[in-house]
């Protein structure tokens, strides 16, 4: 059974750089598309993109010139990157695997990690 | 693309909850939903319209036509006290994947 763990710094600074871990277990993540989620505080949830385990990736056009997503196959993670943060990019950030078929026009997320909350201040 | 749901709905225990998320042509593509309750993440009850997944009790069902999907919770229970959220996927847009604002869901 698939379980996912997002890791994180918790606090960033106005301006720096986020970076966050999703470790992956029961599952290679090499033959799947990962996923990853925010939802700031009281608010609902927002798609930050994905990633193929081939590298391939798809990035919400409102914060694609920021945000990256990579993967380590080696460690069986895949992480986010987003620059120049601000206030409104704090919020409890979530992966999750990606199930269905882009070929059949059909995706949904399952499972979810736990989130790690990411808290943007100076 | 955009998913709208409304902000709350309210039932009685043990009678019909429905929770609608709409779209243009909506009905045109597959939606899902997710329960979310406080300090958790979220949890995938409906996919592709109408599917539930191992573990989701029989009551939750979901459905899409036209510009609307619904998703209904039969003989609504306290435990079902959650926020509710429609995902579909806009394979024509840059914006790929689309969730709804999200529903609170009341059983009082």
């Known amino acids: 059974q698939v379980q996912l763990q997002e890791s994180g710094p918790g606090l960033v600074k106005p301006s720096e750089t986020l970076s966050l871990t999703c470790s992956v277990s029961g599952d290679s993540i090499s033959a799947y598309y990962w996923t990853w989620i925010r939802q700031p505080p009281g608010g609902g949830l927002e798609w930050i993109g994905y990633i193929y385990g081939s590298g391939k990736t798809h990035y919400n056009p409102s914060l694609r010139s920021r945000v990256s997503i990579s993967v380590d196959t080696s460690k069986n993670q895949v992480s986010l990157t987003l620059t120049s943060v601000t206030a409104a990019d704090t919020a409890l950030y979530f992966c999750?695997?990606?199930?269905?078929?882009?070929?059949?026009?059909?995706?949904?997320?399952?499972?979810w990690g736990p989130g790690t909350r990411v808290t943007v201040s100076s | 693309y955009e998913l709208t749901q409304p902000p709350s709905v309210s039932v009685s225990p043990g009678q019909t909850a429905s929770i609608t998320c709409s779209g243009d042509?909506?009905?045109?593509?597959?939606v899902s939903w997710y329960q979310q309750k406080p300090g958790q993440s979220p949890v995938l009850v409906i996919h592709?319209?109408?599917k539930r997944p191992s573990g989701i009790p029989e009551r939750f069902s979901g459905s899409n036509s036209g510009n609307t999907a619904t998703l209904t919770i039969s003989g609504a229970q306290s435990l079902d006290e959650a926020d509710y959220y429609c995902?579909?996927?806009?394979?024509?847009?840059?914006?790929?994947?689309?969730f709804g604002g999200g529903t609170t869901l009341t059983v009082l």
């Open positions: 995902q579909a996927w806009d394979s024509s847009t840059a914006w790929d994947v689309v």
């Open positions: 592709e319209d109408r």
């Open positions: 999750a695997k990606e199930r269905g078929s882009r070929g059949q026009l059909v995706i949904w997320f399952d499972p």
């Open positions: 042509q909506l009905g045109d593509k597959f």
